[in-house]
């Protein structure tokens, strides 16, 4: 496995790769691994030839005063289980080689972005889409997997590829879990014991919803309330949002009539987790 750290030397690689008839799967990642990371490495590889990933904790996508400067890294940890996960190459660039002094361009994808996450993170998005297209264009790869986790991440890349023509086919892995039902996230080691226990009450709203829906329940703003009182019950739990909304516009839906995701953001201490399930798939 190598690993490359500078533009030039990646864009050479990607090409040689793609030179000998080779398809490039590519998992772009911010580091600090946990088995959902190692999964979609999993499923990357087995979709192409070649498996390229990136590790890049991305500032652009830091709201002032978010966790950028503690965001977890372990270099030494991520490269040892990116080899075992079968990655032929770690793009690992520096801030600097990413976003020089005089960068000035930016990617917005508009409408999916002001919505769910985008409220109390209204730049998140546009440094996803700029990073992302950067990796696109310096990797170019065939494709790509993502995270179903980070749905609305998820909705807005592949909105972005569609409007702006890209060559590359993106896929979404299902949300990888712990056997407790906690959604893994490099986010999780923040949480103390106590918090930890405390944020089992998002997946457990969740699957109870799912039994209410499966039960016949459609009324999405009884849905919400119920996760709303479910969550608001444990102490310390303080919600972001918990919207009903449509998979592929991100818009409220006030009757499930086909499929909807169940979308939420919850404080546990200073940590925010997300988590989502879709209702009305294989429900
Ligand atoms: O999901 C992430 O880890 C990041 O948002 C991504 C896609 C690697 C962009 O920095």
Redesign the pocket.
């Given at each position: 496995m190598v690993v490359i750290e500078d533009i030039a030397t990646m864009k050479a690689y990607a090409l040689d790769i793609k030179s000998k008839g080779k398809i490039i799967g590519f998992v772009?990642?911010?580091g600090y691994f946990h088995e959902g990371h190692l999964m979609l490495m999993r499923m990357a590889k087995k979709i192409s030839d070649h498996l390229i990933i990136?590790i890049?904790?991305?500032p652009t996508?830091f709201e002032a005063g978010e966790d950028l400067d503690k965001y977890p890294r372990d270099m030494e940890r991520d490269k040892n289980l990116a080899s075992s996960a079968g990655v032929e190459c770690i793009f690992a660039p520096s801030a600097k080689e990413m976003y020089p002094e005089d960068y000035t361009t930016y990617v917005t994808v508009e409408n999916l972005t002001n919505r769910l996450c985008g409220v109390s993170r209204p730049h998140h998005f546009r440094?996803?889409a700029t990073?992302?297209v950067k990796?696109f264009n310096i990797i170019e790869p065939d494709v790509a997997v993502?995270?179903k986790k980070?749905f609305q991440?998820l909705t807005v890349?592949k909105q972005m590829v569609k409007d702006l023509n890209m060559n590359v086919k993106i896929v979404g892995h299902p949300t990888v879990r712990e056997s407790d039902g906690l959604a893994m996230s490099?986010r999780n080691v923040y949480l103390s014991l106590d918090e930890r226990e405390k944020a089992l009450i998002l997946n457990k709203s969740l699957q109870h919803v799912k039994n209410l829906f499966k039960a016949g329940l459609r009324d999405a703003s009884k849905i919400k309330e119920s996760v709303i009182q479910m969550i608001s019950s444990e102490k310390g739990c303080d919600i972001d949002y918990v919207e009903i909304v449509d998979p592929e516009r991100l818009s409220p839906v006030n009757t499930i009539e086909d499929k909807a995701i169940v979308a939420l953001a919850v404080r546990i201490g200073s940590t925010r987790l997300i988590d989502n399930i879709v209702l009305g798939e294989q429900c």
């Open positions: 772009p990642t911010m990136s890049f904790v991305n996508q440094g996803v990073i992302v990796l993502f995270g980070d991440q890349i490099s």
